[in-house]
Nanobody, 125 residues
Framework: QAQLVESGGGLVQAGGSLRLSCAAS????????VGWFRQAPGKDREFVAA????????DYADSVKGRFTISRDSAKNTVYLQMNSLKPEDTAVYYC??????????????????WGQGTQVTVSS
């Protein structure tokens, strides 16, 4: 059973940057794709970005393309989300999730089987 722990959230001004980390337990973590999602108050959870097991393929929501970058360090069992040029509308709780396969990088939440507890990101205007 995988356990995912997010960190790196916080309060930042618009235009600033944050890097989120998703650290996982379990030796098989690196064999799976991983995604980042976010949920703002009163809104549904939405897809942000995802990366395949080897890091060769990444996908992003249109709203974050060109501003966010997902990456992974297999030696550290960690996936990162570098967030630049942050906007107030990026404010949300950010979750990482392990996909049920090595290749799925899409937005369907039912394709992800393990989730972290989330980290709050607040962007002030």
């Amino acid at each position: 059973q995988a356990q995912l722990v997010e960190s790196g959230g916080g309060l930042v001004q618009a235009g600033g940057s944050l890097r989120l980390s998703c650290a996982a337990s379990g030796r098989t973590f690196n064999a799976y794709a991983v995604g980042w999602f976010r949920q703002a108050p009163g809104k549904d959870r939405e897809f942000v970005a995802a990366i395949t097991w080897g890091g060769g393929t990444t996908d992003y929501a249109d709203s974050v393309k060109g501003r966010f970058t997902i990456s992974r360090d297999s030696a550290k069992n960690t996936v990162y989300l570098q967030m630049n040029s942050l906007k107030p509308e990026d404010t949300a709780v950010y979750y990482c999730a392990r996909a049920g396969s090595s290749w799925y990088t899409g937005p369907r939440t039912d394709e992800y089987d393990y989730w972290g507890q989330g980290t709050q990101v607040t962007v002030s205007s």
